[in-house]
């Protein structure tokens, strides 16, 4: 298979950028991967696991001469990596991120971007609760959406080209405005995790209940919550600060959602809560039904063998 790009550049790898360069070397996507990373620690680790053809020192040298540059770092630090780069940019290069929200990312990054380069944001909806380049697995886009955000009057082919990149790393593609996206994200990933990141801590304060039943019983609800309140602090701070307008709004209609079941359940009344209920769970259905999630018991996630098993690797990442 001939590559979709010739020279791809990576600028940070952690998860994302780190399934990013191995997806790409894997399923063939790009000629030659260079990449770069904040910390020397980091571009040691990267050179270490080989997943990159080189391993530069700075963004600008990452960016000399690629095709495609692709921005792998929390979306707060995109506005600052742009200016960065700008002045190594090739004429016709199509410059993009990865970040989960993406009206602010285009607002930061489009003032530094030169003419003759296209700057199309995306965001890949696969992600998992870990950090780092150890973290990456090439099958993480598999079957997930990558969504592109290009801003009005943007190349059609470079827009084409971004698709047809992440199509050959195995994601569905699907191209919305950067406001539609965050709107979309807002409650489909950041108020779930809004969510997650305060049941987490009010169960943390909760007296009455000790912290090992906390533990002990996560079982029942509680455990699903932690994996998604283990997620990245940086990241998630920035996509808190960075989507506020959408998020709030979506908060302000959970508030009420949440008043009336409240009401319902204080008045006594069985009917509102089941009827909501069966709506929920024909929402968990249709997920399962369009393949975006096992039915598996545990939302997929295996099971010992036997007791003192090992547990097999998990076996898909999470929308994030
Ligand atoms: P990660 O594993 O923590 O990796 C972040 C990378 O960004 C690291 O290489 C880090 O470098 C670098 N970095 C951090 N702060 C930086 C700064 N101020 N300037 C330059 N580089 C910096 O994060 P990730 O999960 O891959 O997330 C990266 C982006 O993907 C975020 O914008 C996030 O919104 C988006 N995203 C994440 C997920 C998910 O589930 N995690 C899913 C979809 C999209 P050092 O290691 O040297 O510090």
């Not at 700075?58 to 707060?76: F, K, M, Q, S, Y």
């Not at 989960?100 to 890949?124: E, R, T």
């Not at 997930?144 to 569905?172: H, M, Q, Y």
């Not at 919305?176 to 305060?198: C, F, K, N």
Request: charged share 20%; hydrophobic share 45%; proline share 5%.
């Amino acid at each position: 298979m001939t590559a979709v790009i010739d020279r791809l550049a990576l600028i940070g790898v952690g998860l994302i950028g780190g399934s990013i360069a191995r997806a790409a070397r894997e399923y063939g996507a790009a000629r030659e991967i260079v990449a770069t990373a904040r910390s020397a620690e980091t571009r040691k680790r990267v050179a270490e696991l080989g997943i990159a053809d080189r391993v530069v020192e700075t963004n600008a040298e990452a960016a000399r001469d690629a095709d495609l540059v692709i921005v792998c770092i929390p979306v707060g630090a995109s506005g600052p990596v742009a200016a960065e780069i700008a002045g190594s940019l090739k004429q016709g290069a199509i410059v993009s991120d990865v970040g989960s929200v993406k009206a602010a990312v285009l607002n930061d990054m489009a003032p530094h971007i030169p003419n003759g380069v296209h700057l199309i944001p995306a965001h890949p909806v696969a992600g998992t609760e870990n950090s780092g380049p150890d973290s990456g697995f090439a099958e993480l886009f598999v079957n997930r959406w990558c969504i592109l955000t290009p801003p009005v009057g943007a190349d059609a082919a470079a827009v084409e080209k971004l698709g047809a990149f992440w199509s050959a790393l195995g994601a569905n593609v699907e191209v919305m405005t950067a406001e539609h996206h965050d709107m979309v994200l807002a409650i489909t990933s950041h108020l779930p995790h809004l969510i997650a990141y305060t049941i987490v801590g009010t169960a943390e304060e909760f007296s009455t209940v000790s912290r090992s039943e906390v533990l002990k019983f996560s079982a029942g609800g509680f455990r699903d919550f932690t994996r998604i309140a283990a997620s990245d602090p940086t990241m998630w701070r920035d996509v808190f600060l960075h989507n506020k307008d959408a998020v709030l709004e979506m908060l302000a209609q959970f508030s009420e959602d949440l008043a009336k079941l409240t009401r319902a359940m204080r008045r006594g009344d069985g009917e509102t809560l089941f009827d909501h209920f069966t709506r929920t769970r024909a929402i968990r259905r249709g997920i399962v039904q369009i393949g975006q999630d096992s039915a598996a018991p545990d939302f997929g996630r295996p099971h010992q063998a036997k007791p003192g098993a090992p547990l097999p690797r998990p076996y898909a990442a999470d929308d994030e």
